[in-house]
């Protein structure tokens, strides 16, 4: 088993900058790859970044190079280091966790990231 836990996230404006966190404790080979997903209101969940088990990292073409994904802490951390942050990107975001991607089994509780225009 794996538990995540998330922390970060916060209220904004528009154009500035937030880090979410997410702390893996368990068996690293259940968080081989790892990765920050979100939901908005009333939208579906959308992978937002990830780093998969070869270190290969991926970006949502809305991400446009305002986000910055990493590692550390010998794999049981990841932080999603936000800027540039716009109204749209108002949602909940979640750690997510398993062997490889996108086949994630562990899911953190999700913070919110607010952005006011």
């Known amino acids: 088993q794996v538990q995540l836990v ?8 528009a154009g500035g900058s937030l880090r979410v966190s997410c ?16 939901r908005a209101p009333g939208k579906q969940r959308e992978l937002v ?14 991400v446009q190079g305002r986000f910055t994904i990493t590692r550390e802490n010998r794999q049981t951390t990841i932080r999603l280091q ?3 942050l716009k109204p749209d990107d108002t ?5 997510a966790a398993g062997v490889k991607h996108p086949e994630y089994t562990f899911w953190g ?9």
């Open 23 to 38: 702390v893996a404790d368990g068996s690293i080979y259940y968080f081989n790859a790892m990765a920050w997903y979100r």
């Open 6 to 13: 998330e922390s970060g996230g916060g209220l904004v404006q």
């Open 49 to 62: 970044a990830a780093i998969t088990a070869a270190g290969n990292i991926i970006y949502a073409d809305f």
């Open 82 to 84: 936000m800027n540039s």
């Open 109 to 117: 509780q999700g913070t919110q990231v607010t952005v006011a225009s």
């Open 91 to 95: 949602a909940v975001y979640y750690c």
